[in-house]
């Protein structure tokens, strides 16, 4: 049933195919998803807010008991019954479409790396997709909370430069400030191998930075330009000689 709707919802929001992967070798692609255990996280956060949610309900049931049996059947108590009842069947209803909304997320989620950039895409209603290319990479890191720890998942913070200036807007968590870049940050949320993939993409971003622009090696195969001859100073400094000789004559004459 589940695959049914996704199908339908996935046709009728005009979602995309597979994402197209981003620049670099085809043959250092790497495509993976979150990790299964990245659903139960979230499985477990979702009821986590179910319970409350049904506590405050069964509490609001009871007021509303107690409210019609002191009212003894009086017009009042019912409506307020009835609506708590209208209430419980829309919350059920709402629990039910953000289980199919939670599974989507993780379905629709992808992770594509290549020697030369990233690429990550998220969201059915809300398609997004961040590419950010190593050369620009600024900075890996490892989110895990206790939860997460527990499960065996963690996320994969990478942060990128976009720009220069202090002005608004841009995706991520920008950074700003006079004259500063602007920073873009992307999640591998969920994944099982994060060290792995922190150490994978340190790798592939140490040898974009070898071979990027403005690489010494590029810098010392230019052509230096040539030194000028040296002057010939040999016949100067023996006119300058023969002239302060005269001059030393000249003063003994006198």
Known sequence: MFEAGKTWLLKVLHV???????????????????????????????????IFILLTI???FIGAAAAA????????GILLSATL???????LLGALVSLF??????DMRWYLVTDQSLRIREGVFKVREMTMTFANVQNISIRQGPLQRLLGVAD???????GGGGGGGGGGNPQQGPGSLQMHTGYFRG???AEELRDLMRERLRLARGTGLGDPDDVGTAAAPESPPPMALGPVLEEMRAEAEALRRAAEAL
């Open 191 to 193: 994944v099982d191998n």
């Open 69 to 76: 049996v002191k009212d003894g059947g009086q017009p009042g």
């Open 156 to 162: 994969l913070e990478v942060q990128s430069a976009g």
């Open 85 to 91: 009842v209208l209430t419980a069947g829309a919350l």
């Open 101 to 106: 909304s939670l599974r989507l997320d993780y």
């Open 16 to 50: 995309p195919a597979d994402p197209d992967p981003p620049a670099g070798d085809a043959k250092s692609l790497y495509t993976f998803r979150a990790a299964p255990n990245y659903f139960r996280y979230r499985l477990v956060t979702w009821g986590i807010g179910q």
């Open 58 to 60: 069964g509490l609001l």
